[in-house]
T-cell receptor
Framework: GAGVSQSPSNKVTEKGKDVELRCDPISGHTALYWYRQRLGQGLEFLIY????????KSGLPSDRFSAERTGESVSTLTIQRTQQEDSAVYLCASSAGTTWQTQYFGPGTRLLVL | DAKTTQPNSMESNEEEPVHLPCNHSTISGTDYIHWYRQLPSQGPEYVIHGLTSNVNNRMASLAIAEDRKSSTLILHRATLRDAAVYYC?????????????FGKGTKLSVKP
């Protein structure tokens, strides 16, 4: 079946511009996660959605970062007024629901802020 | 969350077994041990997970120490496609935090 998809696969933007990154989770998965991975580094948790519960935003690095999810489907991560340090691969994952379930990752969006 | 410790890198020869160690001395009774791997330029992918007993699947085996303070991921016959960063992660069943906490992992190189 279809896995997690993300778009765009690559994004180049200028400092100060806003960007939107999209994630389509696996159908039926109630949990959705966003992570960030800087070059040569491990994954940093950003935000977690579980069903209709309030999202866990504890990993968002600043108020320039926000994310939305409509029901149990698509999620959008928005970065406002991008900075060069926002350059990274942004990874989305989904899981069947409970906190210990396997997470399935998308291929990521490579963001470069010039 | 309990922390895991892994070697930064390991090397293996193709078609030989690989044992990737992970220490988690502060593991709690409800922590599951997960292994993910990340191939170059790809998102992480699930490999295996376990709680107390050893586990086998088509990708690998997971050997868990009796005291659960360490575990070993076993690739029975390494191939060039197994070259990746391998992450050992603890995830608490029923915990309020859904995200996985990735450390730096072990970078596995496989030589032909």
């Amino acid at each position: 079946g279809a896995g997690v998809s993300q778009s765009p696969s690559n994004k180049v933007t200028e400092k100060g511009k806003d960007v939107e990154l999209r994630c389509d989770p696996i159908s039926g998965h109630t949990a959705l996660y966003w992570y960030r991975q800087r070059l040569g580094q491990g994954l940093e948790f950003l935000i977690y959605f579980q069903g209709n519960s309030a999202p866990d935003k504890s990993g968002l690095p600043s108020d320039r970062f926000s994310a939305e999810r409509t029901g149990e489907s698509v999620s959008t991560l928005t970065i406002q007024r991008t900075q060069q340090e926002d350059s990274a691969v942004y990874l989305c994952a989904s899981s069947a629901g409970t906190t210990w379930q396997t997470q399935y990752f998308g291929p990521g969006t490579r963001l470069l802020v010039l | 969350d309990a922390k895991t410790t892994q070697p930064n890198s390991m090397e293996s020869n193709e078609e030989e077994p690989v044992h990737l160690p992970c220490n988690h001395s502060t593991i709690s009774g409800t922590d599951y041990i997960h292994w993910y791997r990340q191939l170059p330029s790809q998102g992480p992918e699930y490999v295996i997970h376990g709680l107390t007993s050893n586990v086998n699947n088509r990708m690998a085996s997971l050997a868990i120490a009796e005291d659960r303070k360490s575990s070993t991921l076993i690739l029975h016959r390494a191939t060039l496609r197994d070259a990746a960063v391998y992450y050992c992660i603890l995830s608490r069943y029923g915990g309020s935090q859904g995200n996985l906490i990735f450390g730096k992992g072990t970078k596995l190189s496989v030589k032909p």
